[in-house]
C-alpha cells in the first residue's frame, strides 16, 4: 500500500521559510515523477513544482526564485524548501507521486493515485 505522508506546514509570517517533508511508503520514488500541489480556500488546485522522470525541477512562476523541490532516493522523501513566503502562499499543500512508467508516458503526476494528505501552510502578512 502506497501512503504519502506530509509534514512541515505551519504558520509564518511574511518573509519567513518554511521546508516540507513528503514520506513516502510502498513505492520507491527513484526513477519516477512527483511534485508539490497546493489549494487555498475557493480556488483551484495549482502546481507549485514538480520533478520529471528526467529529474529536471520546474516551478510555477508564481514561486521561482522563493521555493526549491528536492528529494533523497534513500529516504524515500520529497522536500519543498519554501522562502519569502508571501500572503497569498498561504493554502493546504500536497505531494503526488508516479512511477516512471506512467511518468515515461506523459501522464501529469498530478492525475497521479498515489497522494498525501496535504499539510497546511500559512502565511501572515
Known amino acids: 500500500q502506497v501512503q504519502l505522508v506530509e509534514s512541515g506546514g505551519g504558520s509564518v509570517q511574511a518573509g519567513g521559510s518554511l521546508s516540507l517533508s513528503c514520506a513516502v511508503s510502498?513505492?520507491?520514488?527513484?526513477?519516477?515523477?512527483m511534485g508539490w500541489f497546493r489549494q487555498a480556500p475557493g480556488k483551484e488546485r495549482e502546481k507549485v513544482a514538480n520533478i520529471g522522470i528526467d529529474s529536471a525541477a520546474r516551478y510555477a512562476e508564481s514561486v521561482k526564485g522563493r521555493f526549491t523541490i528536492s528529494k533523497d532516493n534513500t529516504k524515500n522523501t520529497l522536500y519543498l524548501q519554501m522562502s519569502g513566503l508571501k500572503p497569498e502562499d498561504t493554502a493546504m499543500y500536497y505531494c503526488?507521486?508516479?512511477?516512471?512508467?506512467?511518468?515515461?508516458?506523459?501522464?501529469?503526476?498530478?492525475?497521479?493515485?498515489?497522494w498525501g494528505q496535504g499539510t497546511q501552510v500559512t502565511v501572515s502578512s
Open positions: 503526488a507521486v508516479a512511477p516512471s512508467w506512467y511518468c515515461s508516458r506523459g501522464y501529469p503526476v498530478e492525475n497521479s493515485a498515489y
Open positions: 510502498g513505492y520507491t520514488i527513484s526513477g519516477g515523477c
